[in-house]
C-alpha cells in the first residue's frame, strides 16, 4: 500500500485508511495534512475577541481609537452601515493563501476536502441563516468546471441558492462607451431563484471565499436590498472563509 504524505510538507504520515479507501476501487485522492501543518494553515477567529472593525470585524491595530477600517470608512460614505456587516471565519495565514490558489485555480478540487470538518463546525453558529452565494462569472465557470464556494457548501451538506445572473453582453469593455461602462459597475441582477428565495427566507447570510475591499459583495447586496422583495423584516449579513 502507498504511504501519505502532508499535502503541505509532504511528511509522511502513520497509515489511517478508511474502509471505504480501501473497498472502493479508485485512486487515493482523500488530502492529508498533519498536525503542524494545520495549525500553520488554520486559525479559526473569534469575532468578540481583539479591537476590531465594527462592520467587517478585521482586527485594528491595538490602542487605536477607530471604529472601522479604511475600507469600511471609504464604504460608510456610500452605504449605511447595515450594508457592511460582514463575518469570517479563518486567518489569512500564508499557507491559507497556498491552499486556495491550489484550490481554486489550480483545480485541486480534491483538496476541498481538508476544510469540510472545520467548515461544518464553524458554520454552526449561522445555522438560522439561509445561504446565498455569487454565481460564477461565466469564463471562470468555463475554466474551471466547478464553483469553488459552492463545492465547499456541498461538502459541508449546507443547501444554497444562486439568486442572481451575472449582466453583461460579453462585449469587451474597451469598446463599450462610459455610459456603458458604469452601468456596468452592477454586474449581478436578481433571478427568479433569487426572488422566490427573498419571499421564503428572512435571514440571509451571503457566503463567499475572501473578502478583500467588499467591493463585489456590496454590488450583490445591493442588487437584493434594492429590490421591492426586501423588506424590513429581511435581515442580510455576509460571511467569508476570509478578510484579506
Ligand atoms: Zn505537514
Ligand atoms: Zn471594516
Redesign the pocket.
Known sequence: MNDTFCEFCQGKLPKKLALEDIFAWRPLNTPYICSDCFEAWLQIQDMDQSHR??????ILKSGGEAD??????R?LDTYPSYY?R?HYLFAYTDMFRDWLFRYKYHGDIYLGQLLKGPLEHALKVYRSYSFIILPSSPTSLSQRNFHPVGHLLDLVKQPYCIPFDYQGDGRKQARKSRQERLKLSQPFVLNQSGIDFIKAHEKIIFFDDVYTT?TTLLSAKRAMIETPYFTDKHELISLSLVRE
Do not use: S, T
Open positions: 472593525c465594527k462592520a467587517c470585524h478585521r472601522y477600517c479604511q475600507d469600511c470608512l464604504w457592511l460582514h467588499g
